[in-house]
């Protein structure tokens, strides 16, 4: 099983920067690949950015070369740098995790944290 919590979401002007966090606590032997997906009112949830359980990453083209993600070495945190904030970027922003090795009964599936908002003024 795996639980999620996202912290760092508040208010910026455009050209600001926020770090988002995703604290994980994870079941021994459960291993997951880890996203960060958002949501703006009336729009449907993106992925915006994801590293594998092998360290690949990959990011959504609007945020590529503005937002950075990462994990501590034990994979008990991820983050979310977010440089050059426009205010498009604004939204509900959720942490995702999903199984990518582990028996599913005892590590579930997937997960979704809380979300943290994140709102960009102009």
């Known amino acids: 099983a795996v639980q999620l919590a996202e912290s760092g979401g508040g208010s910026v002007r455009a050209g600001g920067s926020l770090r988002l966090s995703c604290a994980i606590a994870k079941t021994t032997h459960c291993h997951y690949d880890m996203s960060w997906y958002r949501q703006a009112p009336g729009k449907e949830r993106e992925l915006v950015s994801g590293?594998?359980?092998?360290?690949?990453?990959r990011y959504a083209d609007p945020v590529k070369g503005r937002f950075t993600i990462s994990q501590n070495n034990a994979k008990t945190l991820m983050y979310l740098q977010m440089n050059s904030l426009k205010p498009e970027d604004t939204a509900m922003y959720y942490c995702?995790?999903?199984?990518?090795?582990?028996?599913?009964?005892?590590?579930?599936?997937?997960?979704w944290g809380q979300g943290t908002l994140v709102t960009v003024s102009s």
């Open positions: 995702k995790a999903t199984l990518a090795s582990g028996i599913r009964g005892f590590c579930g599936s997937d997960a």
């Open positions: 590293i594998d359980m092998d360290g690949t990453t």
